[in-house]
C-alpha cells in the first residue's frame, strides 16, 4: 500500500506560480512511476504530468508543456509539480497518483494505469 499527501494548493492570480507536493509512504517510492492529474468541476479527470521511476524521463498534457514542470526526489519520497504561469482554465483539484513499475523508462499517462491516489488539493487561478 501506498499512501499519498498533496499539499501546496492554494488561490493566487493568473500569471502567478505554485509548487505543490505530493508525499509518499507505506511503499518503495523509487519503483513507483508518478503522476500529476486534475479534475474541474463537471469534467473527467485528466492528466497533467508524469515521471518515470528515477526522474529521467517525464511527459505532459499539451495544455501545461512549458509551464509546468514535474520532478520528484527519491529520498524524501515525494514529486513535485512546478507551475508557473498560471491560467484560470488550470483551476481544478490536483491528485497525484502512483503506479509500481518495474521498467526504469515506465510512464503512464491514463487514470486507470495508476492504482494510488491522494486526496487532492484545490488551486484555483484567478484573472
Known amino acids: 500500500q501506498v499512501q499519498l499527501v498533496e499539499s501546496g494548493g492554494g488561490s493566487v492570480q493568473a500569471g502567478d506560480s505554485l509548487v505543490l507536493s505530493c508525499a509518499a509512504s507505506g511503499g518503495t517510492f523509487s519503483s513507483c512511476v508518478m503522476g500529476w492529474f486534475r479534475q474541474a468541476p463537471g469534467k473527467e479527470r485528466e492528466f497533467v504530468a508524469t515521471i518515470s521511476r528515477s526522474g529521467g524521463r517525464t511527459s505532459y498534457a499539451d495544455s501545461v508543456k512549458g509551464r509546468f514542470t514535474i520532478s520528484r526526489d527519491n529520498a524524501k519520497n515525494t514529486v513535485y509539480l512546478q507551475m508557473n504561469s498560471l491560467k484560470p482554465e488550470d483551476t481544478a483539484v490536483y491528485y497525484c497518483?502512483?503506479?509500481?513499475?518495474?521498467?526504469?523508462?515506465?510512464?503512464?499517462?491514463?487514470?486507470?494505469?495508476?492504482?494510488?491516489w491522494g486526496q487532492g488539493t484545490q488551486v484555483t487561478v484567478s484573472s
Open positions: 497518483a502512483a503506479k509500481w513499475s518495474t521498467s526504469t523508462v515506465d510512464l503512464a499517462t491514463r487514470v486507470y494505469e495508476y492504482r494510488y
